[in-house]
Nanobody, 129 residues
Framework: VQLQASGGGLVQPGGSLRLSCKAF????????IAWFRQAPGKEREGVSCISSSDGSTVYTESVKGRFTISRDNVKNTGYLQMNSLEPEDTAVYYCAAVWSGHRRTTCISTWYVRSYDYWGQGTQVTVSS
């Protein structure tokens, strides 16, 4: 049972990357999926969250309009499309999943500090010219 994050890499400022978060050993459709990042010397930061059922989303202010979170429950995978990347986006990105125990799991107001059931291993994103 695990989450596997992938898709990181080196990209120039203004470029794009799409991160993937695939679940193995459990069905992701009941889980809310979140992306976090941690830059060197900084605390972990919540980037975005998508609810399990209606697909409602939340974003941290610095990525609004540039990043898009999505999910494909058939493929048991979550995604983070990152456009207009900036050097400040450089970090290790982690995905996480949480289940409320009910039919729906929403991104609660404290989604960025709640306890998650599963974490991916992290994928490095470097934005540099």
């Amino acid at each position: 049972v695990q989450l596997q994050a992938s898709g990181g890499g080196l990209v120039q400022p203004g470029g794009s990357l799409r991160l993937s978060c695939k679940a193995f050993g459990f069905d992701l459709d009941l889980y809310a999926i979140a992306w976090f990042r941690q830059a060197p010397g900084k605390e972990r930061e919540g980037v975005s969250c998508i609810s399990s059922s209606d697909g409602s989303t939340v974003y941290t202010e610095s990525v609004k309009g540039r990043f898009t979170i999505s999910r494909d429950n058939v493929k048991n995978t979550g995604y983070l499309q990152m456009n207009s990347l900036e050097p400040e986006d450089t970090a290790v990105y982690y995905c996480a999943a949480v289940w409320s125990g009910h039919r729906r799991t929403t991104c609660i107001s404290t989604w960025y500090v709640r306890s998650y059931d599963y974490w991916g291993q992290g994928t490095q994103v470097t934005v540099s010219s």
